[in-house]
């Protein structure tokens, strides 16, 4: 298993890279101190996995949709100290496999890494409490929901994902474009059949890996709810 360890903490790097030091399975390719860096290292090495803190000084979350976009199967597993929901969601959302907080033990922490390798998801009791107050199933989040094949999107189509993406319900979007319940509730439909997803999450990582809304948009907003 390849890994890159990407974190602007030195105390940080050195923690981990010491709790991984004694599996043979492992070989770390790298260390990242900035998003730059970090993206430059999955272009020169293979990669497996990644082990990142996108919220330490040098990083934002949108370096993890430019790994995904850089290399489709890479494995992405997020250490960072307590986020509120919103924020673990939206890592989720924009490519994040396995999550767990920077007080976890080592031994968590080495399993969260061993597991994301395999390509399990893999979260922390933590991390699981925030996702559940969030109302979200990690299972409904397909990152490899979307195909190689182009998907051709009406203008109106695509104007409603981005609002989908933004947190708004049918009604509101009904409300703001001038449309009825239900001539949203049928885009909303055709655009889910397009895009080859089963839920909002589906429309909301579409939106977010084609550039249509920054994943930025979500770090401090509020929660909401879609329906």
Avoid: W
Avoid at 57 to 84: M, W, Y
């Amino acid at each position: 298993m390849k890994i890159v360890l990407a974190d602007s903490n030195e105390l940080v790097r050195l923690g981990i890279r010491s709790a991984l030091k004694n599996d043979l399975k492992v070989e770390l390719v790298g260390e990242a101190t900035s998003s730059e860096s970090l993206l430059d290292l999955v272009k020169s090495f293979e990669t497996d996995v990644v082990v990142v803190d996108y919220t330490s000084k040098g990083f934002s979350i949108d370096v993890i949709v430019k790994l995904r976009s850089l290399r489709k199967h890479i494995h992405i597993l997020a250490i960072t100290p307590e986020q509120s929901a919103q924020t673990v969601v939206d890592a989720l959302r924009s490519g994040v496999m396995s999550y767990v907080k920077k007080d976890c033990s080592i031994t968590e922490i080495v399993d969260a890494v061993r597991e994301t390798g395999k390509g399990n998801k893999f979260f922390c009791g933590q991390i699981l409490e925030t996702i559940q107050v969030a109302n979200l199933d990690v299972d409904d989040i397909d990152l490899d929901a979307f195909s190689c094949e182009p998907v051709v999107l009406s203008e109106r189509e695509s104007e409603i994902i981005v609002l989908i993406a933004e947190g708004n319900t049918n009604a509101q979007i009904a409300d703001m474009l001038f449309l009825s319940n239900h001539t949203v509730g049928t885009h909303r439909k055709n655009i889910m059949s397009k895009l080859g997803v089963r839920n909002t999450a589906g429309i909301v990582m579409y939106a977010v890996k084609t550039n249509l809304i920054s994943p930025n948009k979500f770090l401090f907003a509020g929660e909401t709810s879609v329906s």
